[in-house]
């Protein structure tokens, strides 16, 4: 972690559930690679495009890319201004943190679950399935995504929260820094 905010309970339990997930998520580029240089070699060598080659690929990369979100907050590595962020104390980057997170992360993310369930449902109720010849039915598959996917990153704030909370307030019988090592600094 970039950030070595204390850890909990729960996030030692919810880091460990996102980094699995990360790394089986991981898997899905080596796919996503296999069905890119079968649908290129199939339009140049054998002049045969598929409408189902190139959906799955966006069905990959979105699986990908929605289920990579949490994984990235869990291993700190989302994009962030470091130009200032790196030069405060860790105290005060835990306040800047408690305070993106309750004020823009989790309303984001909120409205994100609000919406995304009945977006998913409508497709589903109504069977809705590509409007390309051959193209791939039950779109409701790949909509699903984008609830589960910011489901586990809200699992992966709130284990992110409460890392930043143990640092900001420590509990009495665990006030001793994170890492033995910086007191002697």
């Not at 997930?21 to 070699?41: D, K, M």
């Not at 990235?72 to 104390?89: C, G, K, N, P």
């Not at 069977?127 to 990153?153: D, H, M, N, T």
Request: glycine content about 6%; charged content about 15%.
């Amino acid at each position: 972690m970039a950030t070595d905010y204390p850890t909990t309970a729960f996030s030692r339990w919810a880091d460990g559930c996102i980094q699995r997930v990360g790394e089986l998520t991981s898997y899905v580029w080596v796919v996503l690679l296999l069905v890119i240089a079968t649908n290129v070699l199939m339009r140049y060598a054998f002049d045969q495009g598929r409408i189902e080659f190139e959906e799955i690929q966006w069905h990959l990369y979105s699986f990908g890319f929605l289920l990579g979100l949490s994984y990235a907050q869990q291993a700190d590595a989302h994009v962030r201004v470091d130009l200032i962020h790196e030069r405060l104390s860790l105290r005060h980057r835990a306040w800047i943190e408690l305070y993106g997170i309750v004020l823009l992360l989790l309303p984001f993310i909120a409205l994100i679950l609000i919406y995304s369930v009945p977006f998913v449902a409508d497709s589903w109720a109504s069977g809705e399935r590509s409007q390309a010849p051959g193209g791939l039915s039950q779109r409701w598959l790949v909509k699903a995504l984008l609830p589960i996917g910011f489901a586990l990153l809200l699992l992966s704030t709130l284990a992110r929260l409460s890392r930043v909370w143990a640092c900001l307030f420590p509990a009495p019988e665990s006030r001793e820094s994170p890492d033995p090592a910086a007191d002697a600094r």
